[in-house]
């Protein structure tokens, strides 16, 4: 309450000196009385020295607007701010907001409809739409939901300059500073704790919100940990279980697409942040820094936006098929503990190499689930994007880390049977060179 007042109280200072000064610069000004040496000249300029007058008091209100604008803006994040709560009583769960990248997608609201449909408190998981591009009608769109969400623009839309043979992919600079811009605001003018990213052409599950609230204590008690996932990039209909919506894993690729990621992070990421591709520069050994995230089995996330700066890169082959979880799964009532290091690589090593290992042809010939796990094994790149691209899985690498995978293993379904795409037993780490 003391915050809040003294948020108000500051607000006001500043518009009421905002206010003075606009009436000493208006009692300042050269006197408008008739020059009586020229009265003929005095009457000539009075027109225009009172046009002026006006554009610079009009132009002094505008500042005064915007500033007031801006502390709204701030007190409204701030009401949203869950309370800390009285000695001796249970502490309320945090509020993580949702920052939504938007630029000139008008299906944004396909993205904010979701989000609010499914969010469960207003309270603990507020929206701020962060726009770049400064497009009118996707501005408009946003600008109809009035309160519900708050509206940020990126103040810098210039070209940037870059490398010749980079000229292509200006929009992939843009993103990038769009991204740094947009999380600054949200832990360093806002100073929020933790936040979901989203961007405007992504679809949420009903348990979106539920997934990331269970999975947050992980992320601030596990240093193996550095981010969650929505998404699966091996998500098809076809390559997971369905039935078992609540399964969750480790993964050494940074999947993006609806995550999750701690104050502490961008407090590191920040100072560093690239100038283009940030999500590829985020899977490279400097940043990744032998961390993981969580991911689930079925995608809480999906995309519909086609065309965008990748132009439908992997869209018709892949993205468009990732099954979107339709089941709510009660995740903050579920013993998550599995997901710690330690015991994770206990259960699931154990899990993958005491699965027999059968060949392709083997595979493909044998249906159901009543079969038991199966490991394929590779040896190297070449023999891993084989039988990832015979399987439908994606099989491309970034630094050497499939995508889905843990310690080289990447886990999914085919033909209703649990199957793990592993290396030998005495894997070593991750080649850079396999990209």
Excluded at 407 to 418: N, Q
């Amino acid at each position: 309450m003391l915050k809040k007042t003294t948020l108000a109280l500051g607000g006001a200072a500043l518009f009421l000196a905002w206010n003075g000064l606009l009436l000493l610069f208006l009692w300042t000004r050269p006197s408008l009385t008739p020059n009586p040496q020229n009265p003929q000249n005095s009457q000539k300029l009075l027109p225009a020295q009172l046009l002026q007058l006006a554009q610079d008091a009009e132009s002094q209100l505008r500042l005064q607007r915007d500033l007031l604008l801006q502390i709204q803006l701030l007190n409204q994040m701030r009401r949203q701010k869950t309370p800390k709560p009285p000695q001796n009583q249970p502490e309320e769960l945090p509020v993580i907001p949702v920052l939504v990248l938007a630029c000139d997608r008008s299906s944004v609201r396909r993205c904010l409809d979701k989000i609010l449909r499914y969010r469960p408190n207003a309270r603990k998981f507020p929206v701020i739409v962060s726009q770049d591009c400064g497009h009118a009608e996707t501005a408009a769109v946003i600008a109809s939901y009035g309160q519900t969400v708050a509206h940020i623009r990126q103040p810098d839309l210039s070209d940037i300059p870059v490398p010749p043979e980079h000229r292509k992919f200006q929009g992939y600079y843009k993103i990038s500073r769009h991204y740094r811009w947009a999380l600054g605001q949200v832990f360093r003018t806002f100073r929020y704790r933790a936040a979901i990213v989203v961007e405007d052409d992504l679809e949420v599950a009903p348990d979106f919100f539920e997934y990331f609230q269970a999975v947050l204590p992980l992320l601030q008690k596990d240093p193996s940990l550095w981010c969650a996932s929505a998404w699966n990039d091996n998500g098809k209909e076809g390559l997971v279980d369905s039935g078992r919506a609540e399964l969750l894993y480790r993964t050494d690729f940074f999947p993006g697409l609806g995550w999750l990621l701690l104050a502490e992070l961008w407090d590191e990421l920040e100072p560093k942040w690239p100038p283009a591709f940030w999500d590829d520069w985020m899977r490279q050994p400097e940043q990744r820094r032998g961390r993981s995230c969580v991911r689930p089995e079925v995608s809480r996330t999906m995309t519909f936006g086609r065309k965008g700066v990748s132009h439908g890169q992997f869209f018709d082959q892949y993205l468009k098929f990732i099954k979107l979880n339709d089941r709510f799964v009660p995740f903050t009532q579920l013993d998550l503990s599995y997901l710690k290091k330690d015991e994770y690589e206990r259960f699931f090593l154990q899990q993958v190499y005491s699965a027999p290992e059968i060949k392709l042809e083997e595979l493909q010939k044998e249906t159901g689930k009543d079969l038991g796990a199966v490991r394929l094994q590779y040896r190297g790149r070449d023999s891993y994007k084989a039988l990832a691209k015979a399987l439908g899985l994606m099989d491309d690498l970034k630094s050497g880390v499939p995508r889905a995978g843990y310690r080289g293993i990447v886990s999914f379904v085919c033909r209703g049977r649990r199957v793990f795409l592993a290396p030998p037993s005495d894997w070593t780490g991750y080649d850079p060179s396999w990209s």
